[in-house]
């Protein structure tokens, strides 16, 4: 089930919420609210099981064994436990075995195949490999467990007072299939007091048709423009076809996710729940290293906080702190899915935030060139990382990259078919153009000088909200494409 289908705006979500506003009044009305959070947590998870079990009721016990090996885990690994050095390896190689067997478990019989036939057969017969589903939100509801079990044995925060909170916090749907990577430390006080006030819900409102816009309005109607030009032969993409189906598959991606995360941050806010920011218009950045800062960041604390600062940071020297930066790079590549693109991915970027540390001018004050220079520069190496993100093989990838860059073929648009280039697509791709840097925080920010004018912006702004949802349920209903990226993930 994903947040921008009939089935969840229409049935699942009125039904929820309307529950949990009853027990939030109850809550709000009883001296001792403890047993109405205590049901409102048992109906979360009931909603949260549903929820998952829309698209894979088969799979479900993956999620639900992976979340009893962690609250168990923790239990072990707390301050004062005997054996937790012990419990904390074996829950975190639990966690990592899991999603190794669903995730990587192909591409690791296809490389130890490799390596057999480089080295003449004489490692054995060819490895056979059945198909495996692979779980909808592994990677994340797994990090998840693994942020939770190490943050306890850090002493950072207290193992979970009851199973009912900790399957409350893995299975949230809010966050569960797709994100943010919300850690326990960061929630774990909403498992036992939530209020919500009438601005929680406004505001849980306004971020969640703000994501609903940006899924609908924008990221699906680009992806008709990307998937046109990505699918198109060689020969019929030149190179302003190609750099323009590259663009739309850069805001499709980004409007796609940062919507996702906009609609799952409304949603714990309506429902109780902070959850942290996740993008912060990365389009803006100067820097490969600003842009990991803004672009998907409870992943990238993620690998700063439970990798690169483990394996040394940048306390061990230049050389050991560039091959750290390399190492979590080529792993969140992998995490992202099981394909060599996606590895080569994550050392494209690796690449150039190691370049940025070599450079002294960079690494240390930037020049004012460097400022001019860094933001287009910034998007050309973002741009040309998305080629590795979408196309499913090198070879496919360096046909692309041919296409860019090959000049002397012409640059009509006479190859891209009417429908992929259409006036909605057009005002989607040019609205995303614009909206994907902060010109909506900065147009806030100047109204908010001035009283009168910041009463109009607010009026305009809430009509605006209207008008997002009003669209987005109409595309909705009428069945239009929408596809989401970060399923498969």
């Known amino acids: 089930m994903v947040f921008s289908s009939v089935v969840f705006l229409f049935y699942f979500l009125p039904i929820v919420l309307t529950v949990a506003f009853g027990f939030q009044i109850w809550i709000n009305r009883s001296e001792s609210a403890r047993l109405a959070i205590t049901l409102s947590n048992v109906w979360l998870i009931l909603a949260s099981v549903v929820f998952y079990s829309w698209g894979e009721v ?50 690791t019989v296809d490389l130890v195949n490799r390596l057999n036939t480089l080295a003449g057969g004489h490692l ?21 467990g693994i942020s939770y079990v190490i943050d306890v044995w850090r002493g950072k925060v207290r193992p979970a007072d ?29 498992f036992h007091a939530r209020p919500v006030r009438p601005a929680d819900l406004a505001e849980g409102a306004r971020r969640f048709v ?46 796609d996710f940062s919507g996702y995360s906009d609609m799952a941050i409304g949603l714990g806010r309506m429902l109780g729940f902070v959850f942290p920011e996740n ?11 600003e842009y990991w800062r803004r672009w998907h960041m409870t992943l990238s604390f993620f ?23 390399v190492i979590v790079f080529a792993l969140c590549g992998l995490w992202h899915g099981a394909s060599w693109n996606f590895v080569l991915w994550g050392l494209f970027h690796g690449f150039f935030l190691v370049a940025e540390r ?13 400022e001019f220079l860094g933001h287009p520069y910034t998007l050309i190496v973002m741009l040309l990382s998305w080629v590795l993100f979408r196309c499913e093989s090198w070879s496919q990838a360096r046909v692309f990259y041919a296409d860019l860059f090959r000049f002397g ?81």
């Open 358 to 370: 070599v450079v002294p001018s960079w690494s240390k004050s930037p020049n004012r060139w460097i």
């Open 58 to 107: 088969v799979l479900l016990w993956v999620m639900l064994a992976s979340c009893l090996v962690n609250y168990c885990g923790g239990k072990g690994s707390a301050p004062g436990v005997p054996l937790r050095r012990l419990w904390l390896v074996l829950t975190i190689a639990a966690n990592l075995g899991t999603l190794g067997w669903f995730k990587y478990g192909g591409m």
């Open 409 to 489: 073929s012409g640059f009509g648009l006479d190859a891209l078919p009417w429908r992929a280039f259409a006036p909605d697509i057009a005002w989607a791709f040019a609205i995303g153009l614009v909206t994907c840097f902060p010109l909506m925080p900065f147009l806030r920010e100047r109204a908010a000088r001035t009283p009168a004018i910041a009463v109009t912006y607010e009026f305009l702004s809430g009509l605006g909200y209207l008008v997002i949802l009003v669209l987005s349920l109409l595309w909705i209903g009428a069945g239009s494409h929408n596809p989401f990226i970060y399923f498969r993930f």
């Open 279 to 289: 993008f912060r218009f990365p389009y803006a950045s100067r820097s490969i290293r």
């Open 303 to 325: 690998y700063r906080d439970y990798l690169y600062i483990p394996l040394g940071g940048n306390r061990a020297g230049a050389f050991r702190t560039c091959f750290n930066l």
């Open 162 to 190: 009851s199973m009912l909170n900790f399957i409350c916090y893995y299975t949230l749907f809010p966050q569960l299939v797709a994100g943010p990577i919300v850690r326990y430390s960061e929630v774990h006080q909403f």
């Open 210 to 255: 703000c994501g609903l816009g940006k899924k609908t309005l924008i990221a699906n109607q680009v992806s008709i423009l990307a998937d046109t030009v990505f699918g198109l032969p060689s020969a019929a993409r030149p190179p302003l076809i190609a750099w323009l189906g590259l663009t739309a598959y850069a805001l499709q991606i980004y409007f």
């Open 124 to 144: 054995g017969g060819p490895l056979t490999w059945t198909h495996v589903v692979l779980p909808l939100g592994i990677s994340f509801y797994t990090f998840h």
